[in-house]
């Protein structure tokens, strides 16, 4: 059975940085691809950004140069750098691996940011 924790969110202020980690139990380049979510109150949960096995990144556009995602293969760690924090990033960050047979949820770290 895998499991991801999350980790490194808390509260900060606008236009400061948090990088939030997800560490795997088991190998991530076993998965198709590593993905950050985050779903504010009362809002549905939406695609944050996403790294393939293969490197390639995508990312929502309200994020487009203010987050980066990145993995570590040999960690097992997957990361999302984010910078120039708006209090419309608040949210409960969550991480997923896409894997053959079935997806992987984390239980999620949560990102508070004051104006």
């Known amino acids: 059975q895998v499991q991801l924790v999350e980790s490194g969110g808390g509260l900060v202020q606008a236009g400061g940085s948090l990088r939030l980690s997800c560490a795997a139990s088991?190998?991530?380049?076993?998965?198709?691809?590593m993905r950050w979510y985050r779903q504010a109150p009362g809002k549905q949960r939406g695609l944050v950004a996403g790294?393939?096995?293969?490197?390639?990144?995508n990312y929502a556009d309200s994020v487009k140069g203010r987050f980066t995602i990145s993995r570590d293969n040999a960690k097992n760690t997957v990361y999302l750098q984010m910078n120039s924090l708006k209090p419309e990033d608040t949210a409960v960050y969550y991480c997923?691996?896409?894997?053959?047979?079935?997806?992987?949820w984390g239980q999620g770290t949560e990102v508070t940011v004051s104006s």
């Open positions: 997923k691996a896409d894997g053959n047979f079935r997806d992987y």
């Open positions: 088991g190998s991530i380049f076993s998965f198709n691809a």
């Open positions: 790294i393939s096995r293969g490197g390639r990144t």
